[in-house]
């Protein structure tokens, strides 16, 4: 039994602490970015069809029976197929939409993987849980960045700002008082399995050393989940700082990103810092309620190309 339609829909992330870090076992955070979201329509389709997917915003009309494994919209339909039970494809129409930017950080694969799984699973009545949601989406992520840490998945399926680290239970971070961030868009496309390869290479030949830098960042992560947790701004801005300076070190940044970064503080953000893979993509700016408005235009003047505000509660 299923419905004639049905729609859902998932957030964007930002991480706050933790990039490629992560990847080797120390803790990030992240949060969801509610006011971007990838949206996902099932339809019931003509008798015989199969699946017709529909992806307006890239100009893509396909059938999934013309689709490849290595394809992250099919596979993830595929998947989500198998968790239903269903061997033979359903005749319906899936169209997906996002507001996401696509590679800069925000978690834009992650989300549409998201919105599918729970629209299908809605749309034959048998709702998943975000766990499920989270590890259906986590094995198309290999597909989107070769070895993903797993925390986009998770904080877009939970919607929820999370303490992560790979392979433990997920926790809920506690946020002792609301933190307003504002993300600004460098407009410079970076796929992460670029930058997270580029990264593992240079520790193959050095592990001893990215491996300290790394237990450094999550020395970091640790005290922002406790500055975050009783509501330290200041505190939580600072360790922006430091994280910013050890990705710069990393090699991760970009003229761009330290542009924009200068940029937020220059305007009295309280921390600032890349946020994602690097190489382009996304920073975010911590700033007082009182203060964002000039941060928001500085970092319009410096060149963001989208600048977005949220509310982490």
């Known amino acids: 039994m299923n419905r004639t339609s049905i729609e859902a829909s998932a957030p964007g992330k930002i ?4 990039e490629h870090s992560v990847v080797y076992g120390q803790p990030a955070i992240a949060v969801p970015v509610s006011q971007v979201r990838a949206q996902c329509r099932v339809d019931g389709g003509t008798a015989g069809a199969g699946i017709l997917l529909r992806a307006p915003d890239i100009d893509r009309r396909a059938y999934l029976s013309e689709t490849g494994d290595d394809d992250p919209l099919a596979s993830v339909i595929r998947r989500t197929l198998t968790a239903l039970g269903l061997a033979t494809p359903p005749d319906v129409t899936i169209t997906v939409t996002s507001t996401i930017p696509i590679a800069c950080g925000m978690g834009s694969g992650a989300a549409i993987s998201a919105a599918i799984i729970r629209a299908l699973g809605e749309f ?53 008082a609301p933190l307003t961030f504002i993300i600004g868009d460098t407009g410079i496309k970076s796929p992460t399995y670029k930058v997270v390869g580029d ?115």
């Open 15 to 18: 991480i706050l602490f933790g």
């Open 124 to 176: 034959f009545q048998h709702p998943f849980d975000p766990q499920t949601v989270s590890d259906i989406a986590f094995e198309v992520e290999k597909i989107y960045h070769g070895t993903p840490s797993g925390i986009d998945n998770t904080v877009v399926a939970f919607a929820q700002p999370i303490f992560f680290v790979k392979g433990q239970p997920i926790e809920r971070l506690t946020v002792g």
């Open 199 to 313: 990264l593992r290479a240079r520790r193959g030949k050095n592990p001893a050393h990215y491996d300290a830098v790394f237990m450094r960042m999550g020395a970091l992560a640790r005290a922002a989940r406790a500055a975050i947790e009783r509501g330290d701004e200041a505190a939580a801005g600072k360790l922006m700082g430091e994280n910013h300076a050890i990705l710069r070190e990393l090699g991760i940044s970009h003229p761009k990103l330290d542009a924009l970064v200068s940029a937020a503080m220059d305007a009295g953000a309280l921390g600032a810092k890349l946020s994602g893979a690097g190489w382009g993509g996304n920073m975010i700016a911590l700033a007082a309620p009182e203060n964002a408005a000039d941060v928001r235009a500085a970092l319009a003047a410096a060149g963001a190309v989208r600048v977005i505000e949220t509310v982490v509660r």
